[in-house]
């Protein structure tokens, strides 16, 4: 563990003055949340009007640097896709069911978008929900109305029984479902298993526990459950298509220390005790890939305080990669140690400090895109100012993609150009998705560690050179990567006069 003396002198500094980001990391998870539930914009545009739409948040988001977008395709045990399971989502089309005219399918227009600019596509799912309000009306094809037996209501909601293995099952064919039919980079799920609690509400699962409990007290039956599903969908994920990721963004507290010595120094909702999700278990058994905890609050906050939170988080990683969920208004709203600044540059350099955290991601996407606080600006000019390439998942697959062939430039009618060739291979795992660019000036160090010497990413063969007078000599280099962000280990050279 890194001494803390380390936040002494950063907090020192951050009361004289705003600190600027020392560091460009050269592989660092940025990502953006885009909801859908409770969204009614995309219900009055047309299919031009919502491309348009989501071709300029993806713009803005690429702009300030992030490299990965979750977006949420089931908000409601319904589709932002076309799906023979589930109902188009009332969330897009205004009516669940209805079919958009003409049809066309927003999740596949994302992925395409994304991966053109080089930004990876979580698709976004909420397992268990159903309704957020009983007057809700479900499509004639919902499975509710095949199998009322699968659900129960508790407050003012529906939900699938997670202790039914009809329910889990169902849950896993919808996934199974997305991932051999879309090219995506990996499912997503938040902090939404057992609903949260309702004071005086016990949730209604007596008939299925009296049926599945086997013994077990009513906690450990309910945290059984929903391991049961995150196991199921780890080996769903992996076995239909094991390049793409599983990753799960809890709520932040997993225990508090009063609790379990093992937990954190907070006083707040536990993940553990409250809504049945063992998270620790999950990462510990390599079910999950990525973990996202919510840290939605301040550092310095009574209950929950972001920089016990972080420090906790980085001791129980677990091995699998860990990033960082920030509240952008929260963050923003907060004074830092020098009260003329917020609290986004303290927390992303907590982040980068930390040993096993590797990103962050950014909830919800609409006050970046907003410049809320001015936080777009300050990831595009200063956090975000270089680019970065997602950290490598090698528990997954560590072997480097081969080098790119027949690095050239030339001139073609736009200009001075880089071009290369793919080194294709039948091995999914090793297929080169992508490139990175590298910039050297003459007699600069190849050095491909720098993430300052990274000058973009592309998934196309080619790049335009800014060329000017011709007069000054720098070297390009050119690398693969792969799905699981393994990069070519010496990569191609080019010497040119720009």
Known sequence: MKSRFYFITLAILLFAFPLKSQQSPKREFRGAWIQTVHQSQYQNMDKATMQTYLTAMLDGLQQMGINAVIFQVRPQADAFYQSSLEPWSRFFTGTQGIAPTPVWDPMQYLIEACHERNMEFHAWLNPYRVKSNLNEQLAPGHIYHKHPE???????????????????????????????????DAIHMDDYFYPYP?????????????????????????????????????????QRKP???????????????????????????????????????WTRNGWVDYMMPQLYWEIGHKAAC???????????????????????????????????????????????????????????????????????????????????????????????????KSLKARWIPQGYVLEWKRKNTKDEMQKQVYFCIYRFAEGEPIDLSNGKNLVTTTRETGYLLPYQKGTEKYTYVITAVDRMHNESKKGKKVTVKL
């Open 150 to 184: 699968w659900f129960v209501t508790y407050g003012n909601q529906l939900y699938f029984d997670p202790g039914l293995p009809e329910s889990r099952k169902f849950i896993c064919q919808v996934v199974d479902d997305i991932v051999s039919r879309y090219d995506i």
């Open 306 to 404: 972001y920089e016990t939170l972080i420090y906790w988080w980085n001791r129980h990683s677990n091995g699998r990669h860990l990033y960082i969920g920030q509240d952008v208004k929260r963050t923003m709203n907060a004074a830092d140690v020098n009260p003329k600044y917020s609290q986004l540059n303290h927390k992303i350099q907590l982040s980068r400090y930390l040993d096993n955290i590797s990103g962050n991601c950014f909830w919800p996407a609409h006050p970046l895109l907003e410049n809320y606080g001015n936080v777009g600006n300050a990831l595009k000019y200063d956090h975000f100012a270089f680019p970065a390439i997602i950290p490598a998942y090698t528990f997954i697959d560590d072997k480097c993609p081969a080098e790119v």
């Open 243 to 281: 390049w793409v990721r599983f990753g799960i963004s809890p709520f932040g507290i997993y225990r508090n220390k009063k609790n379990d010595t093992n937990g954190s120094d907070t006083n707040g909702l536990q993940n553990y005790d409250d809504l049945y999700a063992d998270v620790l278990m």
């Open 198 to 238: 309702i004071a005086g509400k016990e949730f209604p699962d007596q008939k299925s526990f009296a049926r599945y409990g086997n013994g077990l007290s009513l906690s450990d039956w309910r945290r059984n459950n929903v391991n049961f599903l995150i196991q199921e969908l780890h080996q769903t994920i992996s």
